[in-house]
Nanobody, 119 residues
């Protein structure tokens, strides 16, 4: 069974930094793309950043220049470096992967990790 597990959320002061990590575990899968989304209370889930197998990245305007997505040091991992955090960045952050598995091609989600930006 393929799973995505996030880590690295927490409480940070405005202007601070956090690094989120996501690892895909299991066997028999091939990842086409990974990304980070977030969902704040009362709002829809939004795409923040994505990275495809070639290494090409894309960012939402709201985080461009502040957040950086990258492949982790371990295989099948992705990190999100978040700098200059603002209170409006407070949300549950989700890792996403579009991958091929023994069951077919589909979208997988992590369980979410809370990020709170507050003084």
């Amino acid at each position: 069974q393929v799973q995505l597990v996030e880590s690295g959320g927490g409480l940070v002061q405005p202007g601070g930094s956090l690094r989120l990590s996501c690892a895909a575990s299991g066997s028999g899968f091939s990842i086409y793309a990974m990304g980070w989304y977030r969902q704040a209370p009362g709002k829809e889930r939004e795409l923040l950043a994505g990275i495809i197998s070639s290494g090409r990245t894309n960012y939402a305007d709201s985080v461009k220049g502040r957040f950086t997505i990258s492949r982790g040091n371990a295989k099948n991992t992705v990190d999100l470096q978040m700098n200059s955090l603002k209170p409006e960045d407070t949300a549950v952050y989700y890792c996403h992967a579009h991958m091929a598995t023994r069951r077919g091609t589909g979208d997988y989600w992590g369980q979410g990790t809370q990020v709170t930006v507050s003084s």
